[in-house]
């Protein structure tokens, strides 16, 4: 009996010591929730600071950032998130008065189509869904991470520009 018993703890130990577990990612189901809906709705994203429309100036007090530009913006980028301002007066710069139209943010997490609907309803475009009275998208990009986008409708128009076949613009 006692040899059982050791050979019992031995075999545990070795599945102990060896065995190896995938750490979890951050799954559809802990990103894109309830609380993730919610937020939509309100034009933020689950761990950004400030929302969709929000002024520059405000955005500026809370967040230290830099300022970029793009084809269709100027972006403000932080630690966590880059805020989308459309050109104002100036190429460079951002006026405090400008609003956020897009906030743009990834995430290490796994995305469907079926978990978006499931918050949103139907897609009005590739990948993008009314939420509220404004928008969001999701791309799965390389290595396991995914682009989040919230915005108004021309916010995320202009982000994809060049939309040759029509399916990535809000109609």
């Known amino acids: 009996m006692g040899k059982w018993i050791r050979i019992t703890f031995i075999v545990m130990a070795f599945v102990l010591l060896f065995a190896t577990v995938k750490p979890d990612t951050t799954s559809a189901s802990t990103y894109v929730n309830k609380e993730f809906a919610t937020l939509a709705k309100?034009?933020?994203l689950k761990g950004v600071y400030g929302n969709v429309n929000m002024t520059y100036k405000t955005l500026k007090k809370k967040q230290?950032?830099?300022?970029?530009?793009?084809?269709?913006?100027?972006?403000?980028?932080t630690k966590n998130a880059y805020y989308g301002f459309f050109y104002g007066n100036s190429d460079t710069k951002i006026s405090s008065g400008q609003k956020v139209v897009l906030i743009d943010?990834?995430?290490?997490?796994?995305?469907?189509?079926?978990q978006m609907k499931k918050y949103f309803g139907k897609p009005v475009a590739w990948h993008t869904y009314k939420a509220g009275k404004y928008y969001v998208r999701y791309v799965n990009m390389p290595k396991g991470k995914?682009?989040?986008?919230?915005?108004?409708k021309a916010g995320l128009n202009a982000y994809y520009s060049a939309d040759e076949?029509?399916?990535?613009?809000?109609k």
């Open 146 to 152: 995914v682009e989040f986008q919230i915005g108004t």
């Open 42 to 44: 309100k034009g933020k």
């Open 105 to 114: 943010k990834w995430v290490s997490t796994k995305v469907t189509a079926s």
């Open 64 to 77: 230290k950032g830099k300022v970029g530009q793009s084809e269709s913006y100027l972006f403000y980028s």
């Open 165 to 170: 076949d029509g399916t990535l613009t809000i």
